[in-house]
């Protein structure tokens, strides 16, 4: 058993498969994640901010595969990097929306990626 | 009969125009003004005095100076195109906002670098034009001498323009390129700009994302027909983003740039951004500025280059007085 990353590459290693006589026991259909990643800047480590977030966005049912913190001083921002991964689009607004909040509320920056 | 221009703004674009233009017959330029006056002659001004304000002198220093505002000259004098290059005024866009409006509602053809009456008033501007029939060019406003609306206008016209993104604004390009390259703080990248002469002494026109808002708003306008102005942008600036932030981007195959971004169902917004290494956009350094048009059939299409400078600026004026001459058939 082997995981291919995308649904088209996957039916491109099936054909091959078949084509050479492979026997292919099973070719199921992918899980289509997606991944969002974001930046955060702001006084994270000092409010505790990000730390209940993650919780937050890991409890709606998004995955966080990735959490940086880099703090150059304690007084001056930190800088974060976060990225989560969902399949559900709804859980994925439900996490933004839940960043946004946290971001208004701590005077975090929310650096977003380009579409 | 060459078109008869009136330059309004006598500073670097100017002069930048001048030493091209009087090389070129379908042209003659019969009025250039200042804030203190103007200079005019209804057959053309002497090409011995356009060298001398080509080469800096001042035109209250030119034989027929007239001690008036430019706006008389604007609704008095005779001319076929008035070039308004006076400088950008994001509060009330005036004085230009006036030369303008009384420019085409003679019928005369405009051609103008300046943001301000633009990113505030353009459906007014652009209404009033083609009540006229006057032809309204403003290439040189957003990017420089990139063909932004000549691309959009003449070379997608079976296309259609659904959203773009771009990078408009040279100073805050140059902040984020210097600050990632050599991983310093964002203060002590201002202060170089400021001495290179990059960015402004107030720079918060720049950092704050005000330029690039106003610039927006002007390509959102003309390209999907709104009527918006650029305090309707969603604006954020640099000033916080730190060299950390930009490193943790990178270890994920990102830039961090100040995105503009528009799309058809008007939403507009300028923010810091993360830019995927696989986009065009992510390796736009320095002072440079580009755009991608994102179209129903043809796809991304991504154009580059100086987004400010003298020369820059008056090859896009140029181009858009050459394109009228065209039309009108001089």
Redesign the interface.
């Known amino acids: 058993m082997f995981n291919i990353g995308s649904k088209d590459a996957l039916e491109k290693m099936g054909a091959l498969l078949k084509e050479g006589s492979w026997r292919v026991l099973s070719l199921e259909k992918i899980a289509q994640f997606r991944r969002i990643t974001l930046g955060l800047i702001g006084h994270i480590i000092r409010t505790k901010s990000v730390e209940s977030l993650v919780n937050k966005v890991d409890a709606l049912g998004a995955n966080v595969s990735k959490f940086s913190v880099n703090m150059p001083n304690q007084s001056g921002e930190s800088s974060a990097l976060i990225s989560f991964e969902a399949e559900d689009d709804e859980v994925i607004e439900k996490a933004m929306a839940e960043i946004e909040n946290t971001c208004r509320q701590n005077d975090l920056l929310l650096i977003r990626a380009v579409d | 009969m060459a078109l008869r221009i009136f330059i309004l703004g006598a500073g670097t674009v100017c002069k930048g125009l001048l030493k091209t233009i009087m090389q070129r017959s379908e042209f003659s330029v019969c009025g250039v003004a200042s804030s203190s006056g103007y200079v005019y002659s209804k057959d053309g001004l002497q090409k011995a005095d356009l060298e001398k304000v080509a080469a800096g002198k001042k035109i209250s220093e030119l034989p027929g100076f007239v001690q008036k505002p430019a706006l008389d000259a604007v609704q008095n004098c005779e001319y076929d195109a008035l070039v308004e290059l006076t400088t950008t005024n994001l509060k009330d866009a005036e004085p230009a906002f006036s030369h303008m409006k009384a420019a085409l509602a003679r019928g005369k053809h405009l051609v103008t670098s300046n943001k301000g009456p633009l990113a505030l008033h353009f459906s007014e501007l652009d209404s009033l034009a083609k009540k006229n029939k006057a032809l309204f060019r403003f290439e040189a406003t957003v990017g420089g001498a990139i063909p932004i609306f000549a691309t959009a206008n003449n070379y997608l016209k079976g296309d259609r323009v659904v ?1 773009l ?1 771009g990078i408009l604004n040279g100073t805050t390009n140059y902040i984020l390129s210097r600050m990632f390259d050599e991983k310093m703080r964002y203060d002590t990248v201002l202060k170089e700009a400021q001495q290179l002469g990059i960015a402004e002494r107030d720079p918060s026109y720049d950092v704050e994302g005000i330029d690039a808002a106003a610039k927006l708003a002007i390509v959102a306008n003309a390209i999907f027909g709104k009527n918006s102005s650029f305090s309707e942008v969603k604006r ?1 600036g640099i000033s ?6 930009l ?3 990178a ?2 195959n ?1 830039r ?1 740039k100040l ?1 503009c ?1 528009a799309s058809s169902d008007g939403k507009m917004e300028v ?6 290494l696989s ?1 065009p ?1 992510a390796s736009i350094n320095g002072t440079l500025n580009a755009i991608t048009l994102e179209t129903k059939m043809a796809g991304p299409l991504t154009l580059v280059g100086k987004g400010a400078g003298e020369s820059e600026t008056a090859s896009a004026v140029l181009a858009d007085l050459i394109d009228i001459a065209g039309r009108v058939g001089k």
Not at chain 2, 271 to 276: C, E, I, L
């Open positions: 959203s993104k954020t916080r983003i730190t060299p950390e932030i490193e943790l981007a270890s994920q990102y961090i995105i971004s923010a810091p951004r993360f830019v995927p986009d956009l």
